[in-house]
Nanobody, 120 residues
Framework: QVQLVESGGGLVQAGGSLRLSCAAS????????MGWFRQAPGKERELVAV????????RYADSVKGRFTISRDNAKNTVYLQMNSLKAEDTGVYYC?????????????WGQGTQVTVSS
């Protein structure tokens, strides 16, 4: 397993940008698929974006396509989520997750989360 620590959350106005980072410790980071999830108050945790081990393959939730970009730097054991054109509905706690298989809500490695608040 890997240990994950998110950072970069905060308060931003609608239309603004934030960049989240997720630093991983442990071996063989490039073998792990990585994902960003978010959870709004009173709602279930949902997938935002995933990226393959090499960084070539990515997938996004329809609600963030064209606004968010997931990327990774395997030399730094870090995955990023660049969030542009933020909306109030993007507010929530953002979590990163890791898995050697598909990254899903049932994956076993999670960070502690970072709060993103978008004011309208």
């Amino acid at each position: 397993q890997v240990q994950l620590v998110e950072s970069g959350g905060g308060l931003v106005q609608a239309g603004g940008s934030l960049r989240l980072s997720c630093a991983a410790s442990g071996r063989s980071f490039s073998l792990y698929k990585m994902g960003w999830f978010r959870q709004a108050p009173g709602k279930e945790r949902e997938l935002v974006a995933v990226i393959g081990g090499s960084g070539i393959t990515t997938r996004y939730a329809d609600s963030v396509k064209g606004r968010f970009t997931i990327s990774r730097d395997n030399a730094k054991n870090t995955v990023y989520l660049q969030m542009n054109s933020l909306k109030a509905e993007d507010t929530g706690v953002y979590y990163c997750a890791a898995d050697r298989a598909a990254v899903t809500i049932t994956s076993s490695s999670w960070g502690q989360g970072t709060q993103v608040t978008v004011s309208s």
